[in-house]
Nanobody, 124 residues
């Protein structure tokens, strides 16, 4: 069982930055692929980024070059550094853990555990 708790969301102006954190419980954190998803009002949850212990990181085209996912296995924490934020980045951001640790899972159904979400609002 893995429990995930996100933090770091908030209100920021367009062009600004935020860093989201996701603290995980459980001794097998390093074996999971960790991902970030987001869901805007009236839209489906969409993939943002994922990090795997064996194959590195992978990003959605919409955030490539602006967002960076990283993990600290010693702290059981995954981060999402978001730069050059745009109003269309406004959403609830969710952290998730996937047992497919040796790949880049990009579908929500590939993830086994989810956090409660943190709101990110980007004003124009």
């Amino acid at each position: 069982q893995v429990q995930l708790v996100e933090s770091g969301g908030g209100l920021v102006q367009a062009g600004g930055s935020l860093r989201l954190s996701c603290a995980a419980s459980g001794r097998t954190f390093s074996s999971y692929a960790m991902g970030w998803f987001r869901q805007a009002p009236g839209k489906e949850r969409e993939f943002v980024a994922t990090t795997s212990w064996s194959v590195g990181t992978y990003y959605a085209d919409s955030v490539k070059g602006r967002f960076t996912i990283s993990r600290d296995n010693a702290k059981n924490t995954v981060y999402l550094q978001m730069n050059l934020l745009k109003p269309e980045d406004t959403a609830v951001y969710y952290c998730a853990a996937s047992r497919y640790g040796s790949s880049w899972p990009t579908a929500a159904g590939d993830y086994d555990y989810w956090g409660q979400g943190t709101q990110v609002t980007v004003s124009s």
